[in-house]
């Protein structure tokens, strides 16, 4: 997100900027210490009897994960069967705790699924494990931020070969894996229809009994297996565009907007609303942390220009106003 690099290559996303939205809403009534995720965090911390400290978390490792005082992760190769057990089930009823407590009931579903976890898996610990430093909110919030993927649907590493592709997080690509969407479902077909007649022929039909009666007196036992099955069949189909060689950007305009309008509802464009966090933070920067500049005496060192330029704010004056709006939020607390 914004702690992430920016040139020609790397593009940003709605998704990407909802997201930082939505984290950053989170670390603030982590600070202000109010909400159902502060309730959700101080629940965690109780049953694992953790006293948070204010600090940013630790850098992770490639594909580390943050979990409390259980030592690296995955354990060391020289660690003992019996300890590297203890840390398996240590970290896996920590990762359960998160998911029960914190990550379903009040992460919206638009994150859930398996590349969206890792991230929120660090994200959610440091919540639970440290307390965000006044001076680092937004730092703190931009904790194992997801990484922008490649039209491959890799994860970027900086050198690859994927270097030279444009990157995003959370890029609208999905991938089919066969030009025939129903190839993979003909092939599944055939390879159980195979084993259970050959099931049949072995081991039912020896003892005199016939394999479609049998399969039909089982569905007639346990009704629940084919309501289930027609139940999971009831999908809408997805519809995506594709790019191929001769594809124009125009196309894809047109068929977003083909797409967009079978949509009874979408959020309106409207401005994004003030960032609450960054405000927090402008505020305390101002107010707490405006020691006179080091370079020249008859400056502070947060000045409204300042805090416009660190922040990217448009000008001195919405700084102002966000140092006026952050003030408000903490006099409420």
């Known amino acids: 997100m914004t702690s992430q690099p920016r040139n020609n290559r790397q593009l940003s996303s709605d998704a990407e900027l909802q997201l930082q939205r939505y984290k950053r809403g989170l670390v603030l009534d982590l600070f202000l210490r109010c909400g159902s995720f502060w309730n959700a965090v101080l629940g965690v911390r109780s049953r694992w009897n953790i006293t948070a400290v204010r600090r940013l978390p630790p850098p992770l490792p490639e594909d580390g994960h943050l979990a409390p005082g259980i030592g690296p992760n995955p354990p060391p190769p020289k660690v003992k069967p019996k300890e590297a057990q203890e840390w398996t089930e240590c970290f896996n009823r920590w990762i359960a705790d998160l998911q029960r407590f914190i990550y379903r009931p009040l992460v919206p579903d638009r994150y859930h699924g398996l590349e969206w976890w890792s991230s929120w898996s660090n994200f959610l610990s440091a919540c639970v494990l440290y307390d965000p430093p006044e001076t680092d909110l937004l730092a703190f919030a931009a904790y194992d931020d997801p990484k922008p993927q490649t039209p491959h649907g890799h994860r970027w590493l900086q050198g690859t070969v994927d270097d030279q592709f444009p990157r995003m997080v959370a890029p609208p690509i999905k991938f089919i894996w066969h030009d025939d969407p ?25 003892l005199g009994l016939d394999t479609q009666t049998v399969i039909d ?11 289930g099955y027609e139940e999971m069949t009831k999908v809408e189909p997805h519809r995506y565009i594709t790019v191929e060689e001769h594809t124009t950007e125009e196309d894809i305009r047109r068929a977003f907007r083909m797409l967009a309008a079978t949509h009874e509802s979408r959020p309106p464009a409207n401005r994004p609303p003030r960032d609450e966090l960054l405000a927090v933070q402008c505020a305390i920067l101002y107010d707490r942390h405006n020691h006179t500049d080091s370079s020249d005496r008859r400056r502070r060192k947060w000045t409204h220009e300042r805090l416009s330029k660190q922040f990217g704010l448009k000008s001195s004056r919405a700084a102002k106003e966000y140092v006026a709006a952050g003030r408000e939020m903490l006099r409420n607390i």
């Open 217 to 227: 007196e089982i569905l007639a036992n346990h009704p629940w297996i084919r309501e």
């Open 182 to 206: 129903f190839a993979l479902q003909r092939a599944e077909k055939w390879y159980w229809a195979w084993i259970i007649a050959k099931v049949g022929e072995q081991y039912l039909e020896p």
